[in-house]
Nanobody, 121 residues
């Protein structure tokens, strides 16, 4: 079983920065693909950023507007999301999703528990 632990959320003023982390532990052999999603109250969950091939290929939602950067530390089995120039509209619960292989070489697809990001105006 693979457990994901998210950290780095909190309250920040508009224009500020936060760095989210998502670390995988347990029956983890490799980290392949990772993504961050977010869900604001009353809204559907939406993809924020996606990384594959150890972070060499990345994709971002249009609303990111070059403000966010996703990265992977494959050795530490950790996914990051650097968020700069935050806006009140970025307020949401952020979820990480990691995919890779277990030690018995079966695939895993795990979600974090979610972490609150609140941006004040």
């Amino acid at each position: 079983q693979v457990q994901l632990v998210e950290s780095g959320g909190g309250l920040v003023q508009a224009g500020g920065s936060l760095r989210l982390s998502c670390e995988a532990s347990g029956n983890v052999f490799s980290l392949n693909d990772g993504a961050w999603y977010r869900q604001a109250p009353g809204n559907q969950r939406e993809m924020v950023a996606h990384a594959t091939r150890g972070g060499r290929i990345t994709k971002y939602a249009d609303f990111v507007k070059d403000r966010f950067t996703i990265s992977e530390d494959v050795a530490r089995k950790t996914l990051y999301l650097q968020m700069n120039n935050l806006e009140p509209e970025d307020t949401a619960v952020y979820f990480c999703n990691l995919q890779g292989f277990n030690r018995n070489l079966t695939e895993y697809d795990s979600w974090g528990q979610g972490i609150q990001v609140t941006v004040s105006s």
